[in-house]
């Protein structure tokens, strides 16, 4: 029986693998998060608490659990914040990263780790996992240097990097998806960006991905992205078609008006052929995505 370590499982990404390994007989899975419990606590779910910015604790727990694979969706992952916060955002995306490497050497586990398109500057698109990286904030410069870190480790490795990822989970950040659907059934206008172009990913894809490159013990770099390239604003618009909301409140704008604090790359959309080819992954399309994120509120709703 293979063992598996998953860290950040109480966000979206770690939640959904949490969810899809549990019904895997052949694998025993232990959730960890910083947080003090887990969104699961009420079902059969493993689960310790862990934070990966202590290199001690870290050593403890694989030591003492000896993971085969190690699945790594923690980070800090929002932008601007990562902007304002650069020790905090290191000591995560690269400082985490660097102790479960070396907990990993010692148990000969693998690490799959979750990466991110900001590790490019968006001026092509198109983006090839053998394409040069070349981030334009901070937080693409942690993700990248995390990425550095696993590769000169020497350790049996594998790096997914995803894009605009969307989906449900229990008290997650708001992703995109989610953001756009409170506001507008609020009746609270928007403003999305018509300039900046990405493949978004519907969770299960990633996690589907993740699973895969496991089970299939692949290694090296992924792409995992959806089936369709698209700006925010027009993917705000398919989100509103599927929910049956009002469009005339979500307003087209530019980057430059929102004056955030960290740079956005413009066009980062993965070509994802390798994941597609080796791993079986079938990324849905927008409207697909989207409409599985609708049945998935329904059900949360009923229950």
Same mark, same amino acid.
């Given at each position: 029986m293979k063992r598996?370590l998953?860290?950040?499982?109480n966000?979206l990404?770690?939640?959904?693998l949490a969810i899809?390994?549990?019904s895997r007989t052949?694998?025993?899975?232990?959730?960890?998060s910083?947080?003090?419990?887990?969104?699961?606590?009420?079902q059969l779910?493993?689960?310790t608490?862990?934070?990966?910015?202590r290199?001690?604790?870290?050593?403890s727990?694989?030591?003492?659990?000896?993971?085969?694979?190690?699945m790594n969706a923690?980070?800090?992952?929002?932008v601007?914040?990562?902007?304002?916060?650069?020790e905090?955002a290191?000591n995560v995306?690269v400082?985490g990263v660097?102790?479960?490497l070396?907990?990993a050497?010692?148990?000969k586990?693998k690490l799959?780790?979750?990466?991110?398109d900001y590790v490019?500057?968006?001026?092509?698109?198109?983006?090839a996992? *053998?394409?040069?990286?070349n981030? &334009?904030n901070y /937080? +693409?410069?942690?993700?990248?240097?995390?990425? %550095?870190?696993?590769?000169?480790?020497?350790?049996? *490795?594998?790096?997914a990097r995803? &894009?605009?990822? /969307? +989906?449900?989970g229990?008290?997650?950040?708001? %992703?995109?998806?989610?953001?756009?659907?409170?506001?507008?059934?609020?009746?609270q206008? &928007?403003r999305c960006?018509?300039?900046?172009?990405?493949n978004?990913t519907?969770?299960g894809?990633?996690?589907f991905?993740?699973?895969?490159i496991?089970?299939l013990?692949?290694?090296?770099?992924?792409?995992?992205?959806g089936?369709?390239r698209?700006?925010?604003y027009?993917?705000?618009?398919?989100i509103?078609?599927v929910f049956r909301l009002?469009t005339?409140?979500?307003?087209?704008?530019?980057?430059w008006?929102?004056?955030q604090?960290?740079?956005?790359?413009m066009?980062?959309?993965?070509i994802?052929?390798k994941?597609?080819t080796?791993l079986?992954?079938?990324p849905?399309d927008i409207t697909?995505?989207?409409t599985?994120?609708?049945?998935?509120l329904?059900?949360?709703?009923?229950?």
């Open positions: 598996i998953i860290c950040g499982s966000g990404l770690g939640q959904r899809m390994l549990s052949e694998y025993e899975v232990l959730n960890t910083h947080h003090r419990s887990f969104v699961f606590d009420h779910f493993d689960y608490q862990l934070d990966l910015t290199k001690s604790d870290v050593k727990l694989v030591s003492s659990f000896q993971p085969d694979v190690i923690a980070g800090a992952t929002n601007d914040w990562c902007e304002n916060h650069r905090e290191w995306n400082l660097e102790h479960l070396e907990a050497r010692k148990v586990a799959i780790h979750v990466s991110t490019f500057d968006g001026k092509t698109g198109d983006y996992e *053998h394409d040069k990286p981030p &334009i /937080y +693409g410069k942690t993700k990248l240097a995390g990425e %550095n870190a696993i590769r000169i480790s020497e350790i049996n *490795h594998a790096i995803t &894009i605009v990822v /969307y +989906g449900h229990i008290n997650v950040r708001k %992703n995109f998806a989610l953001w756009v659907i409170e506001n507008l059934k609020n009746n206008a &928007i960006v018509d300039d900046q172009i990405s978004p519907y969770v894809d990633v996690a991905g993740i699973i895969k496991a089970e013990d692949r290694s090296g770099v992924y792409h995992i992205g089936s369709e698209i700006s925010r027009d993917f705000a618009l398919r509103a078609k009002e005339s409140m979500i307003q087209r704008i530019k980057t008006d929102l004056n604090a960290a740079l956005r790359p066009n980062t959309t993965l994802t052929l994941a597609e080796e079986g992954l079938k849905v697909q995505g989207v599985l994120l609708k049945r998935e329904q059900t949360t709703r009923k229950n």
